[in-house]
Structure formats: C-alpha cells, structure tokens
C-alpha cells in the first residue's frame, strides 16, 4: 500500500471518528464468510457502521484524535473490526447475541465519553441506556406525579360531592 493511500485511510477513519460518538473495537479473527457477512447485515440493520482496519493505520487516526484514546491502543492486535453507532449499547446488546459462539468478541470500547477494555466489559456496556432510553424514563418520571395529583383531584371531586348531596339530601 502506498504511503499517500495510507494518509488517506488515516484520515477517513479520523473523520469517522469525529462522526460517530461510540466506537466498539471487536476480535474477528477466525470468521468465515458467512459469519462475516451476516454480521454485516445484522450491522447494517442496527445502524451500527461496522469496518475492518490495520491497527496500524487506526491507531494513527486515535492518535490524531482530539480524545486521548491511549488506554485503547493495547487492543490494537490481531484482526480488528471497529463498529461505529450513534447508540451506545447497540454493538454490545449485538455482540452479546454472539457470546455462545465465542466469536466475535469485544477488545475495547469507547461509549459515553468513557474507555471499556476487555471482553468482560460487555455486560457494563449492554447496560448502558439510550439517549432515547434517559428522556422516556425522565418523561414517565415526570407523568407520575402529574397522573397522582389528577387522580387524587377527581377522586377527591367525586368525594365531596358525595358528601354534599348527602348533606343537601338529609332531613333538617
């Protein structure tokens, strides 16, 4: 590979990474095509941007990077695949679904402004809640009391004029 290509690669994986908040670095060592193209698909359909690198060129565009991605560089062996989202636990709910086969398996990973290393990571990172996740529970947080004080008034409406009519209804 030429020099110059290779500046290029290093520079649209900088890009990528600025474009994307979340990136998960995965094992892929010993898939075979089949496995590889249907988690591709299974990918695609997740909106998560799955690429194969040389951990050479990756590591220059980490290091070019405005976060120090430092404690990721260790992982950086074998075959890597770097899964891009936009949903922090997407790559981890799809990687746990691959846990019995052995492969693929997590290295590292970079979600929510915080460095996972190690495969044993996975359950922390599964964890993880949407954006979307946060503002629903927030909302129905918000509805509860809301809904309370709404059921109290029209219980407590109906009460009161219970007793008033019966109050109205009684002989003097």
Known sequence: MRKEDKGNIIVQLG????????????????????VTSALRRKCFQSDIKM???????LH??????EVDFA??????KG???VMFC???NAPAKLLKSYVKD?????KAAYAEESIYVGAEQLEALTAIKSKNEVIAEIVALLQSPAKNVLSALQSGGNTIHGVLKTL???PE
């Open 86 to 88: 936009n949903t922090a």
């Open 168 to 170: 109205g209804e009684r």
């Open 60 to 65: 220059k565009a980490m290091e070019n990077a």
């Open 71 to 76: 404690p990721l560089y260790g992982s950086l």
């Open 102 to 106: 052995g492969k693929p398996t997590l």
């Open 51 to 57: 690429v194969v690198v040389k951990n050479s060129l």
């Open 79 to 81: 075959t890597t695949a």
């Open 15 to 34: 890009e990528t990474i600025k474009e994307y908040a979340h990136f998960y670095l995965v094992d892929v060592t010993g898939l075979d095509a089949g």
